[in-house]
């Protein structure tokens, strides 16, 4: 298994940045897909973004297109989330999920696809 560990969050302005990262240990990190999800206070855990086994495929949620960029190092088994101009409604905890199995060009962007979580860790952005 991978088990994800997120890190990075805190506390920002709106318009200021931060960089998330998602440390997974286990073998095989290569094979497997990676993906962001958010809960926002008092609403469902939503996708943000996720990257394929081999880094070549990326997928954004609108909202979060142009601001955000996801990238991978296999060789360090992590994740980043990289989170310019952020926004107020951009404040959640922010979920780390991996998945094995699929194509290595494959992303996945429901919370069903992904098999192992993170604890999560706390964005929050003040306007």
């Known amino acids: 298994q991978v088990q994800p560990v997120e890190s990075g969050g805190g506390l920002v302005q709106a318009g200021g940045s931060l960089r998330l990262s998602c440390a997974a240990s286990?073998?095989?990190?290569?094979?497997?897909?990676m993906g962001w999800f958010r809960q926002p206070p008092g609403r469902a855990r939503e996708f943000v973004s996720a990257?394929?086994?081999?880094?070549?495929?990326?997928a954004y949620v609108e909202a979060v297109r142009g601001r955000f960029t996801v990238s991978r190092d296999n060789a360090k088994n992590t994740v980043y989330l990289q989170m310019n101009n952020l926004k107020p409604g951009d404040t959640a905890v922010y979920y780390c999920?991996?998945?094995?199995?699929?194509?290595?060009?494959?992303?996945?962007?429901?919370?069903?696809?992904?098999?192992?979580w993170g604890q999560g860790t706390q964005v929050t952005v003040s306007s």
């Open positions: 286990g073998a095989a990190f290569e094979s497997f897909a």
């Open positions: 990257i394929s086994p081999n880094g070549n495929a990326r």
């Open positions: 999920g991996s998945r094995i199995g699929g194509d290595r060009d494959a992303y996945y962007t429901r919370n069903s696809e992904y098999q192992y």
